[in-house]
């Protein structure tokens, strides 16, 4: 594409691509994020390719690749537009019948999804129970946008929120609006975005100043940020773009982890067609104004999402922490003023511009604007990326778009916020989702990771988990951090294994509260949120642990062990699965299983059809 | 003869280490001009050798004008990079929330039992790395492990003998498996 010198030449190209478009024209979707390419994605998209090219239909039926729809249970899915049929979990010798059907404009009855509940097909996606409570403003593009087209981003409105501001000819004038929109930053602690970058324009411009794209995702559980970098990359370049105008800043970074090889590769293509096309760099599109972005690889360190220490990993140093003030806005990267947000937070912004800041506040609820992209994974039955309109409750999220338990077993809590977050107990779960409820209720919103967990779940075993992926992470600088974060760890490994009595819950309770009150950065403040809210909330089971050596959950090794009941059928497939040769049986005859050999591996439970191994 | 030998042996390994030595150098000066920083600089030797050598860091030392200190603070704060040379094959197996929950640590454990390693080894041979990674971000179908880039989904532990099995009759099988789902 031919760079472009003016607004109006930046128009007439939108409209060109626009008008060439065939908003009728029947289109096969194949969403192929990382997860979709896991499930085969690619798979379909060859085969779809071979069979359009084989039946000449090339021209009458068009083919997108694109990234993450986000019902990732289902993939590899594929999308018919302008219906919006959905077909999931595709298997590829089916795909000749779908893009026939779609060259004849029929249906293939029997791939559609079927509800579990009723037993009938649905046809529709918006129709599904997993999109029908959603509020799809970000996803709903990865759907349209082919991440590695930039022409692709423009005739689906893409940069003309970064033109509507170049018109504008005010940055005050994108600060108000995201101010008046209530956007309040997305990775987690939920400041208000409008604040910071009024601060950012604030700061004397003379040496230059950064914005930062902070995309290191690294509490574990979530993946809405590798989704919409993967899936539409563009827009992120694009609220950068606006966010600089409206700050004055010269010079842009997205911070991305290395563990998103796809979200790497989709976002440098991107920035060189941003460049190409004059919407990066000197002049963007003739205004007079420049700025351009670099993107800068994490090497695995999770704290380096915390701000100050992300900044000294863009310096390329050690990600430690530091005091805070001077806040980044005032001293940044190189000693410069820098404003950082989310992935998310950057994806809201064109949204907000082209839309206007109080009309993106009518979504959600007063305090707490827009929608939010939660990963809602674990124990659930549609599992996947949704997003909703902040104020939700947790029942209607769970039971509603993730159709309850993914098991036989009912759902115990539901883990928010990743390790800086807590688990929040069903009996809890018509608390709306906000910032302020959830922490109230002792967790974080987080960046939106949602683990459901059900009664196989252990709660001391996930506060034990938590703590030993704090303990690897915490970067050590400070005492009450390093060793904190370890020893809860060692007394929660000894509860795992039923060793000590109840004093050695409040053992953990006081150091929990000294790690939270003596730390200095994110990580240490929030780290004992996993202890303290299962403290809170199930103290029962940590008793049960200790007092009566006993795990409900059936998870701690030491506390249980294996056995076959009379449901067993003699089919041997345990057998052959039991890694230690453990068991024992001929055939059509029930198996046992020699105690002293269990590992207690679990390898048995999870190949049983019948229900016949018991963990007591 | 034998002394002979292992005296050869010596000195070709002091020509590969000015060898890795001056490559480093070269590459520590061409980023740097670029203006990326060290964690970049190592992540490119990372990607060369496999781990960062020794004469690595003591060149990107002299380079960059950071001391050797720094360096291997920087090498050994970050998880992606590796001081010890690694196999050929590296099974990273993700223990995420969401793995963890549907049963990653059996998963690692049947890669440990199979490999005869613990997590973050080599097995003797030099054939397999084990590591394990925190999230990977395909939690809708874990337990996910990654080997040799190649992702599978849903690793139990019949899986996870099956993928050792495969790679040990065919090291090139998961590059092979990749290449065929991309349709190159």
Request: net charge neutral; hydrophobic share 35%; glycine share 12%.
């Amino acid at each position: 594409m031919d760079r472009v010198d003016s607004l109006d030449k930046f128009s007439a190209l939108q409209s060109r691509l626009v008008a060439a478009l065939d908003p009728g024209s029947p289109t096969i979707v194949v969403p192929a994020g990382t997860c979709g390419q896991v499930s085969g994605a690619n798979e379909l998209v060859r085969r779809a390719r071979q069979v359009l090219l084989e039946r000449n239909l090339a021209e009458r039926v068009r083919l997108r690749v694109t990234g993450c729809h986000g019902f990732c249970e289902m993939e590899p899915s594929v999308l018919i537009e302008p219906e919006g049929t959905f077909y999931p979990k595709v298997n590829p010798a089916d795909m000749a019948r779908i893009v026939e059907a779609v060259a004849d404009g029929a249906v293939v009855e029997d791939l559609l999804f079927l509800e579990p509940a009723t037993g009938a097909r649905v046809r529709k996606q918006a129709d599904l129970p997993f999109f029908r409570k959603q509020v799809r403003t970000i996803l709903s593009r990865n759907e349209k946008v082919d991440p590695t087209r930039l022409d692709s981003y423009i005739e689906n409105g893409g940069y003309s929120a970064l033109a509507r501001a170049l018109r504008q000819g005010d940055p005050r004038w994108v600060v108000d609006e995201v101010r008046a929109s209530g956007l309040r930053g997305r990775g987690g602690a939920g400041f208000p975005t409008g604040l910071k970058w009024q601060r950012l324009a604030e700061q004397p411009n003379g040496r230059g100043k950064f914005i930062v794209c902070n995309a290191d995702e690294g509490d574990p559980g979530a993946y809405m940020d590798r989704s919409v970098l993967e899936g539409n990359p563009h827009s992120i370049i694009e609220g950068m773009v606006i966010g600089a105008y409206g700050t004055g800043a010269t010079e842009g970074i997205v911070y991305v982890r290395n563990e998103y090889p796809l979200a790497v590769k989709h976002l440098a293509a991107a920035l060189q067609q941003a460049r190409e096309l004059g919407i990066l760099g000197r002049d963007i599109l003739g205004t007079g104004f420049s700025f351009d972005i670099r993107m800068v690889k994490g090497a695995g360190a999770f704290v380096c999402g915390e701000e100050t220490a992300l900044l000294r990993s863009i310096e390329g140093l050690m990600g430690e922490p530091r005091q805070r003030p001077p806040f980044p806005v005032q001293k940044g990267i190189a000693g410069k003023p820098t404003a950082i947000n989310n992935v998310e937070t950057w994806a809201n912004v064109p949204i907000i511009i082209q839309e206007g800041g109080d009309k993106f506040a009518k979504i959600g609820t007063p305090n707490n604007t827009g929608t939010k992209i939660f990963s809602l994974v674990g124990k659930v039955r549609n599992t996947g990326l949704i997003e909703v309109p902040m104020g939700i409750t947790i029942r209607e999220i769970i039971s509603d778009i993730g159709g309850g338990p993914s098991g036989k077993v009912p759902v115990k809590a539901v883990q928010t916020g990743g390790p800086s977050g807590g688990c929040i107990p069903v009996e809890r779960f018509d608390l709306p989702i906000d910032y302020d409820s959830l922490t109230k209720a002792g967790s974080i919103m987080g960046s939106g990771g949602m683990i459901v967990m059900d009664e196989n779940t252990c709660m001391v075993d996930v506060a034990k988990y938590f703590t030993n992926f704090l303990k690897d992470e915490s970067c050590g600088k400070c005492f009450t951090c390093r060793k904190g974060t370890q020893r809860m760890h060692e007394i929660l490994d000894g509860v795992s294994k039923g060793e000590g009595g109840p004093e050695q819950l409040d053992l953990l309770e006081e150091l929990a509260l000294v790690v939270k009150d003596t730390t200095m950065c994110g990580l240490g403040q929030t780290a004992p949120n996993p202890v303290l809210s299962t403290l809170r909330y199930f103290r029962q089971e940590y008793l049960e642990h200790i007092e009566g050596r006993r795990c409900r959950a059936g998870v701690c090794k030491e506390l249980i062990t294996y056995s076959i009941n009379e449901q067993c059928t003699g089919c041997r497939a345990c057998v052959k699965a039991c890694p230690q040769g453990a068991i024992t049986g001929t055939r059509k005859e029930r198996h046992t299983i020699a105690a002293a050999q269990c590992i207690k591996c679990g390898a048995c439970r999870s190949v049983c059809q019948f229900d016949a191994v018991d963990v007591t | 003869m034998a002394q002979g030998t292992a005296l050869h042996s010596l000195g070709s390994k002091a020509q590969d280490d000015d060898a890795v030595f001056a490559e480093a150098q070269g590459t520590a000066e061409r980023l740097s001009a670029n203006g990326d920083g060290l964690i970049s600089i190592l992540e490119e030797i990372q990607e060369q050798y496999g781990y960062l050598p020794e004469r690595a860091l003591r060149a990107v030392a002299e380079t960059t004008g950071r001391s050797l200190v720094d360096v291997y603070g920087v090498a050994t704060f970050y998880r992606a990079f590796s001081l010890r040379p690694r196999g050929k094959h590296l099974v990273s197996v993700c223990l995420g929330t969401a793995c963890h929950v549907r049963g990653a640590p059996v998963t690692l454990g049947e890669f440990e039992r199979q490999l005869g390693v613990k997590a973050g080894e080599t097995t003797e041979d030099g054939e397999f790395t084990l590591e394990t990674v925190n999230c990977l971000g395909a939690c809708a179908l874990g337990p996910i492990v990654v080997v040799d880039g190649r992702y599978f989904s849903n690793v139990r532990t019949a899986k996870a003998r099956e993928i050792i099995r495969r790679v040990r009759a065919n090291p090139e099988w998961a590059h092979e498996l990749d290449a065929a789902a991309s349709g190159s």
